[in-house]
């Protein structure tokens, strides 16, 4: 399955979109959000701008200007409120419409941070149940997307998207 796990930075990527757990706003922030605009440079904020914001579980694209990633797909993801607000749907949209989005913009690999498991405080195993369900679905059917790497900042995370992965590949055994 073109799905991978890899701990690192983000904004070190070459990959044809890297993904950014963006907020509304689509005007920055801190965690992966900062990182990204940090290394792409003042040019994504502007470009940012003109987008008008994005609801969560949607996605928009832009240029990666400074990154080694062609293009950025933003995409808030949701804040985890208890599980009872249809957090887990939204997640779920996240990963569907960035995807979607990668495919139309015909980029063969992309990467994506752990959506919503920071700052959002969505729980990391549930989210990573998640994320690797919606990938490897739209994975057996895209004629575009090739690749998709889960880049983890840190072990704990890293090991929760393995585990996931793990248990996905049991299922299909
Ligand atoms: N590369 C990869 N992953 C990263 C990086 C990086 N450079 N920096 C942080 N992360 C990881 C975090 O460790 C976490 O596992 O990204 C994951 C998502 O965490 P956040 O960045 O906090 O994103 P999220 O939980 O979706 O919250 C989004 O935070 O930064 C603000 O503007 C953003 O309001 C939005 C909110």
Same mark, same amino acid.
């Given at each position: 399955m073109g799905l991978h796990v890899a701990k690192g930075d983000i904004t070190a990527f070459e990959t044809d979109a890297i993904v950014n757990a963006a907020n509304t706003s689509l005007l920055g922030g801190g965690g992966v959000d900062g990182a990204i605009h940090h290394a792409a440079g003042p040019e994504l904020l502007a470009e940012c701008r003109t987008l008008n914001g994005c609801e969560t579980g949607q996605a928009k694209i832009t240029e990666g200007y400074r990154l080694p990633a062609k293009h950025v797909i933003h995409t808030?993801?949701?804040?985890?409120? +208890?599980?009872?607000? +249809?957090?887990? +749907? *939204?997640?779920?949209?996240?990963?569907?419409?960035? *995807?979607? *989005?990668?495919?139309?913009?015909?980029?063969?690999?992309?990467?994506?941070?752990?959506?919503?498991?920071g700052v959002y405080r969505f729980p990391l195993d549930r989210a990573a149940a998640i994320a690797v369900r919606e990938i490897a679905a739209f994975l057996k059917t895209s004629k575009v997307v090739r690749e998709v790497t889960m880049v983890c900042f840190d072990i704990v995370t890293e090991a929760a998207y393995k585990a996931a992965l793990e248990k996905a590949h049991a299922k299909t055994e």
């Open positions: 808030p993801g949701p804040v985890w409120r +208890g599980g009872n607000s +249809g957090e887990d +749907g *939204l997640l779920a949209s996240c990963y569907r419409n960035c *995807l979607r *989005l990668a495919e139309e913009n015909g980029c063969r690999t992309v990467a994506f941070p752990s959506i919503s498991t």
